[in-house]
């Protein structure tokens, strides 16, 4: 499609005619200053497609305060190789034409053309919005909204579809997208997302399962009602028969005999219990005629026996007797060999006492011998210890003072052999005879002094020589040396001796005297610890021991030598068994004297007892009372025998009647009379219960309501059937309208991107820009860099709007489509860059498609390379040709 | 000269299945009508007495209010009624008839025949000898004694029954409380009146099925009809009479469509039947767009006019014809779904594709007209 010319009249400011005229089929750059008419051009052509002809909502096209005005549009386009000239005018004169080829077409029947041509819609009443305006929408960009692509193509949508049906076969519906959404909302009345059933369905399918209980809570009550009337029918028939021929009549029979024949046998047990106790008196009168009669015969027996102890008592006594004298003998033997015993322990007492005295004279005599010896000794050893003491008194002189004065003699020789060295030497050699005196001192033949002092040496004859020594040191050792001589000679003064030599013996002497006092004080403290005057007093104290145990000894008797006396211990060993033999005879002698005693007073007493038996054995009476007792046991005898026969008898019959039997055979009758009444009773009560229940029961109708329960449960199942297939239905039509709508959105998608790979590469070399499912660009992508189309800066949202744009109008282009491009003042938040690259791309699109760019910078477009059309310079060329 | 009717197996307090509330209760409440409808052909018919030969009740609990209506409506003959237990409301120890009997709602003129034996009528010359049904199940023939019963000279012997003609009915039918098929002849009765199969049969000379009065399934023929038995003495044939007593008529078709002219037969059928009309179809085969249009727009206006239609489509495909699919404009993927669902429904025989097919084609249509306005 390629816009020719346009003029426009009475619209808005353009009140006169305006024409724009010979416009190109690629790219036309319009540009006027602001309220220069740009937009209302832009407004015209929009006008002449999108509103209706008869509209009263385009008052926006009058000129101001001009009520009269009629706006009119007339456009020349040359499409599929015709020419079309489009004719509308509003409000005052509502007119549209159209004229295709020699074909013309006017009001309703050319804007339908129209539409159909361009792909979009009218308004069905007032202006036309942007939901209706579809393809041009997405190719007619106005100020300011170049960035909001996905509004536009959503409203070209089906436009779109059916526009590109040629490019992928017949494939688009008409109206599908609107059907998917009314079966959507059909099937979600019955079906949640998840395909669980909700609202009525849900309901129904709830209902459903009530009736299922209830009906199933019915039949059970049935069921049982049906027991019941069985159970009554078995009941019914049960006691009418026990009613006809009542068993418990029979059994109560049965229980009379029974007890008749158990009374029977209750007598006999009584008469048998009788007789027993007769029997019994019996048997205790034959035991006390029984036990008399042992009596009265036990006499005699009692009288031998009485008769047998008399003799055994004599017999016993005569024994004991007998012993006597051997018993006293035994006794006196034993009272004189305690005598014995007894001194012979007086006897070794004796000897023992004086061995011991003697053993004692000889002891005390040797203690004191060494008495003696010890204090011969220690007195010796007292003698040396004073002899050493006085020793020690005598040379006791201080060891530190010897021990000083040794070192002051020692520093004295040492200073006189230093002074000789250093002391003039006088060496002589004198002639025979001849002689000197020096300092008074005469000197012959040969020697030599030194000299530490003044000397005058005279020599005879010649006179005198004053020999002084040299130095000074010499005057401090003269000093020194006469010091020490004084002190030396102080200390031996002091310690009272002559010389040092003297000091050390001194000390010597009394050390060794120290020693001999220590070694004299251990020798005599040996033997004496206590001193002297104690080891003394000890010998006299042995002494004076001594001769007491010699008086006693001496007072003591000798025993006879020739008498054997045994020790001690033996002698008293002895004479402790002698005692204890004399108590033992003396203690059985007693015992046999007791014993004689009791045994006489035994023999008395058997004597009599005999005596008195004897005596009552011999009586009248007892042989009469034998004879009576006698005869009256085999009296006894006899009845019992006849009795126990009896019994026996008896015994026998209650055995054969079995009474333990009879006991239970009544039991047994009673309670079989007893249960036999008692299930026909209980059969009765349940009869009657059975029946009031089962009147309440029947009352409620229970079948006829179960019949109605399962009437309604089946509408309500196949009520609940008929929308469970309508949702099934309903999801399988929804899947698949989807299922192909996607596949055929899939389909178109592939030549889009194609296009807007095409641009997109010119722009950002690197990037991509997916197509989504309602073909619209969607997930931007460069480099590392992902998002939205929508997450980008308006400048470059506005650059992605334009080129998909571009590449929509490709895809229509190559379907066949008409493609005008119209751009309102857009990209004006590109940087210089991007335009750069924008100018790029509307060159080569405008090698497809027409485009009109309405600008008010023309400056920004320059180097388009197409001449600009300045509308102002128009405006004013229009003004001068009227 | 005696003459009674003879009837049975009225069903009382069955509720209906299958069928609308509204159209249930229709059906319920013409058993009653039909009991009246009974009492007043006694009287036009003169007859003596009438025999109900089993099933008065459908079941044992049915409410105290079901038992007195039906005591009522028999109201219109004041003769004597021989009322007879059968499988479905034996004499057991506690029945429906012995609530019947403690609600007082048992009418002087009606007979309950609870036990078996004779019931004489005096009046009427009738001995009717009954075999009720004591258990609900009975598998000995318990008309059996009819042989050994006496009955007083010059009166009718009528037996009375519910059960089984061995060897004559289907073998479907239970096989339970048999009756022999000689029963008549052997047991010397002058008429047998049999209960309990539901359409009016003969079963020789003497012995009939009277079938229900009123229908009350589709799988009955010759339902709803009474007899009026004529026997002009002892031994004599008897003159039966078959009269009409039912409202509605239940007819169940099972068809195949297959072209178009079988639907528009199918559719005249339809129009032919009377208003008291219960109609089951179930529809197989297959049907065009158009046809399917045609078709419910005919069982519309059939709901209308029937008691009851009900219409079982699930067994018919739809084959919507180019035509058909031009004329639903299902272009581009909506076409595609259209011919889809038309292979999945004849590939698999799919419900769900079937009636998603219908779905759509009704939102198309709808889409059509739209537009068309």
């Not at chain 1, 015994?651 to 006991?663: H, K, N, T, V, Y």
């Not at chain 2, 004489?120 to 009720?132: H, K, M, Y």
């Amino acid at each position: 499609m390629k816009l020719q010319r346009m003029r426009i009249e009475q619209l808005r400011q353009f009140r006169k005619p305006f024409v724009l005229d010979n416009l190109q089929p690629g790219l036309n750059l319009i540009h006027g200053p602001n309220e220069s008419g740009k937009s209302t051009l832009v407004r015209a052509i929009r006008a002449a497609f999108f509103e209706r002809y008869r509209s009263t909502a385009v008052d926006d096209l009058r000129p101001w305060g001009d009520s009269a005005a009629a706006p009119t549009i007339e456009l020349d386009f040359e499409h599929d190789n015709r020419v079309w000239r489009l004719t509308k005018s509003f409000l005052q004169r509502k007119r549209c034409d159209l004229v295709v080829g020699t074909e013309t077409y006017s009001e309703d029947d050319a804007e339908e053309k129209l539409a159909e041509l361009l792909g979009y819609q009218y308004p069905k009443r007032g202006a036309s919005k942007a939901e209706h305006w579809g393809i041009p929408g997405l190719l007619w960009v106005e100020q300011g909204t170049g960035q909001d692509i996905e509004q536009a193509i959503e409203h070209a949508g089906d436009h779109l579809k059916s526009a590109l049906n040629s490019m992928v076969g017949e494939v688009a519906s008409s109206g599908g997208d609107d059907l998917i959404e009314t079966v959507r909302s059909q099937r979600d009345t019955l079906l949640t997302g998840t395909g669980k059933p909700r609202g009525d369905y849900q309901q129904l399918e709830k209902d459903r399962a009530l009736y299922e209980r209830e009906i199933g809570e019915l039949k059970e009550r049935v069921h049982k009602y049906q027991e019941q009337v069985d159970r009554l029918g078995k009941l019914a028939h049960d006691y009418d028969q026990a009613e006809a021929e009542r068993p418990w009549e029979d059994a109560q029979r049965q229980l009379e005999e029974a007890r008749v024949r158990y009374q029977q046998v209750e007598r006999l047990e009584q008469q048998q219990n009788q007789e027993k106790a007769t029997l019994s008196q019996l048997l205790q009168n034959h035991r006390l005629l029984q036990q008399n009669k042992e009596h009265l015969e036990g006499l005699s027996r009692q009288l031998e026996g009485r008769k047998a102890e008399l003799d055994r008592a004599e017999r016993d006594l005569s024994t004991a007797e007998a012993q006597t004298p051997m018993i006293a003998g035994r006794l006196s033997e034993a009272r004189t060999a305690y005598e014995q015993a007894e001194k012979q322990r007086k006897l070794a007492g004796l000897l023992q006492t004086r061995q011991r005295l003697e053993q004692d004279v000889r002891r005390l005599e040797q203690q004191k011998q060494v008495l003696s010896q010890n204090l011969a000794k220690a007195k010796e050893y007292h003698q040396q210890l004073e002899q050493a003491r006085q020793q020690a008194r005598e040379n006791r002189i201080d060891a530190e003072l010897v021990k000083k004065l040794r070192a002051t003699g020692n520093q004295l020789n040492e200073e006189t052999i230093r002074s000789r060295t250093i002391a003039t030497r006088l060496s002589w050699q004198l002639d025979a005879g001849a002689s000197l005196t020096l300092n008074d001192e005469s000197l012959t033949g040969q020697g030599e002094q030194q000299l530490l002092e003044e000397s005058t040496l005279v020599i005879p004859g010649v006179g005198t020589l004053g020999i002084t020594p040299g130095g000074e040191e010499l005057a401090s050792t003269r000093r020194k040396l006469k010091a020490l001589e004084e002190d030396l000679e102080e200390q031996l003064k002091t310690l009272g001796v002559e010389s040092v030599q003297q000091a050390e013996d001194r000390l010597s002497a009394f050390e060794s005297a120290g020693r001999a006092v220590k070694h004299a004080d251990e020798l005599f403290k040996s033997l004496a610890p206590a001193g002297l005057e104690q080891l003394v007093s000890d010998q006299n104290e042995a002494e004076g021991e001594l001769e007491k145990a010699r008086t006693q000894l001496e007072a003591t008797p000798k025993p006879d030598p020739q008498e054997d006396v045994p020790a001690l211990e033996e002698a008293e060993a002895a004479f402790a068994r002698a005692g204890t033999a004399l108590d033992k005879a003396e203690s059985d002698e007693r015992v046999h004297q007791s014993s004689l005693s009791a045994l006489k007073q035994a023999r008395d007493n058997a004597k009599t007892e005999w005596q008195r038996l004897a005596d009552e054995e011999k009586s009248p009476e007892r042989q009469q009372q034998l004879r009576q007792i006698t005869a009256d046991l085999a009296n006894i005898e006899k009845q019992q025998a006849e009795l126990e026969a009896s019994l026996e008898r008896r015994e026998r019959e209650i055995r054969e009647a079995r009474p333990e039997f009879l006991r239970q055979d009544i039991e047994r009758y009673q309670n079989a009379v007893n249960q036999l009444r008692q299930t026909q009773e209980n059969r009765s009560r349940e009869l009657r219960d059975i029946k009031v229940r089962l009147e309440a029961w029947g009352a409620e109708g229970l079948e006829e309501q179960l019949n109605e329960q399962e009437a309604e449960f089946d509408q309500c199942n196949r009520r609940y059937q008929e929308l469970h297939r309508r949702a099934q239905a309903l999801d399988l039509l929804l899947n698949l309208l989807t299922e192909k709508r996607q596949a055929l959105t899939r389909r178109l998608q592939a030549p889009l991107q194609k296009h807007l790979n095409h641009y997109l590469s010119v722009l950002f070399p690197e990037a991509s820009l997916e197509v989504d499912e309602q073909l619209r660009p969607g997930t931007f992508s460069r480099g590392s860099e992902l998002g939205q189309i929508t997450e980008l800066s308006f400048g470059a949202r506005e650059q992605m709007g334009l080129i998909s744009r571009l590449a929509y109008a490709d895809l229509l282009r190559e379907a066949g489509r008409p493609t005008l491009v119209i751009l309102d003042d857009t990209l004006v938040h590109s940087d210089s860059d991007r335009l750069e690259d924008m100018k790029r791309i509307l060159f080569d699109a405008a090698s497809r498609h027409q485009i009109l760019l309405f600008t008010c910078h023309p400056g920004n477009w320059n180097d388009l390379g197409v001449p600009p059309i300045d509308l102002q310079s128009l405006k004013v060329q229009a003004v001068a040709q009227a | 000269m005696p003459k009674f009717l003879h009837t049975a197996d009225w069903q009382m307090g069955r509720a209906f299945t299958r069928f609308e509330t509204e159209d249930g209760a229709a059906l319920v409440e013409a058993r009653f009508e039909a009991i009246e409808t009974l009492a007043q052909l006694a009287n036009e018919h003169q007859c003596d007495a009438v025999l109900v030969a089993g099933d008065v009740f459908d079941a044992q609990t049915v409410s105290d209010r079901t038992i007195r209506r039906v005591f009522n409506a028999t109201r219109g003959f004041t003769g004597p009624w021989v009322v007879l237990p059968g499988n479905h409301d034996a004499a057991l120890a506690e029945s429906v008839w012995t609530r019947a009997q403690r609600l007082g709602a048992v009418p002087e003129n009606v007979h309950l025949a609870l036990q078996p034996g004779v019931i004489d009528l005096e009046d009427q010359g009738l001995s009717i000898l009954c075999a009720p049904l004591t258990q609900r199940h009975t598998y000995g023939d318990l008309t059996e004694p009819f042989s050994g019963y006496e009955t007083p000279e010059g009166f009718l012997r009528i037996g009375l029954a519910h059960g089984s003609v061995q060897g004559l009915l289907p073998d479907e039918i239970d096989s339970t409380n048999p009756i022999a098929p000689d029963r008549a002849e052997a047991s010397r009765l002058d008429y047998l009146a049999l209960g309990d199969w539901h359409g009016t049969k003969q079963i020789d000379e003497r012995t009939w099925y009277s079938g229900t009065p009123e229908p009350e399934r589709f799988r009955n023929n010759e339902a709803g009809n009474a007899l009026v038995v004529e026997v002009s003495e002892p031994g004599a044939n008897p003159k039966v009479t078959s009269l009409p007593t039912g409202r509605y008529q239940w007819h169940q078709w099972r068809e195949t469509l297959a072209v178009h002219s079988d639907l528009e037969q199918l559719l005249e059928r339809l129009n032919t039947l009377p208003e008291s009309a219960v109609v089951d179809l179930r529809l197989e085969g297959s049907v065009t767009l158009a046809g399917e249009e045609t078709l419910l727009k005919a069982l519309s206006v059939a709901e209308a006019r029937f008691r009851s239609l009900r219409c079982e489509r699930s067994g018919l495909q739809l084959a919507p014809t180019d035509e058909d699919i031009a004329a639903l404009k299902a272009d581009g993927y909506v076409g595609e779904v259209v011919e889809s669902l038309r292979e999945r429904q004849e590939g698999a025989q799919d419900d769900v594709a079937r009636d998603a097919l219908a779905i759509l084609a009704g939102l198309l249509r709808e889409r059509e007209q739209e537009v068309g306005q």
